[in-house]
């Protein structure tokens, strides 16, 4: 892993020590799609394989269980903090595995998925975030899909300094990253708080890699 990385890796990880045991009380006020990105998500060949990436204390593994009960679900998170808080909601389901690590490691070998979720994960990686989501067009079988909820841009420089200081990038950069690696089936930016920022709904399905 180069430096750079593992540094911003361990900087997430320790800052996520902090907030895994207060997240569920205090990002609801803030991360808006979550549950609307999940009900308009298409319909999946049976048995599908879903992966979330960023998977958090895994509220959104419990509602992808009820929406896909035949399937076999993963959740990845970088920090172990956060699975620790996502085990306590999963423990007791035979459909979901979670796994502890960076994304793109390549001592994790995965099967291609039919789903790959990323909900507010993929705007704080960063440098990583193009090279991350190459990987996932690659994990994708030839006919998945890939979902995405996250912040998407804001007018004031001041809310982007203080997002930046919270690991989060509100650039304006996720829509053209994902455009270019996955044909849109839904793309919409929504207004937050009267237009503090906008978060984008994202689904698309995998380009052929000769497109790319």
């Not at 803030?30 to 048995?47: A, D, H, K, S, T």
């Not at 992966?51 to 419990?62: A, V």
């Not at 790959?116 to 993929?122: C, K, R, V």
């Not at 960063?126 to 909820?149: C, F």
Request: proline letters at 4%.
């Amino acid at each position: 892993m180069e430096p750079d990385i593992e540094l911003r890796n361990k900087k997430i990880e320790r800052y996520y020590r902090l907030h895994s045991s207060i997240y569920d009380w205090t990002r609801w006020s803030f991360l808006f799609g979550r549950e609307e990105l999940l009900n308009r998500i298409p319909e999946l060949p049976p048995n599908p394989r879903i992966l979330e990436i960023g998977c958090g204390t895994g509220t959104n593994l419990t509602n992808l269980e009820y929406l896909f009960p035949d399937a076999l679900i993963y959740g990845m998170d970088l920090s172990g903090d956060m699975i620790r808080q996502a085990r306590t909601k999963v423990d007791k389901s035979r459909q979901i595995t979670l796994v502890n690590g960076a994304y793109g490691d390549n001592k994790f070998n995965f099967e291609p998925f039919n789903l790959i979720l990323l909900s507010y994960s993929l705007s704080m990686l960063g440098s990583q975030a193009e090279q991350i989501m190459k990987q996932v067009h690659r994990d994708l079988t030839s006919d998945g899909y890939v979902a995405v909820v996250d912040f998407s841009d804001t007018r004031f420089s001041w809310f982007q300094r203080w997002m930046k200081l919270n690991h989060v990038a509100i650039d304006g950069q996720l829509t053209s990253l994902l455009n270019r690696l996955f044909i849109p089936r839904l793309t919409q930016h929504k207004k937050a708080y009267l237009g503090l920022w906008r978060y984008l709904l994202f689904i698309g399905r995998r380009r052929p890699s000769a497109d790319i």
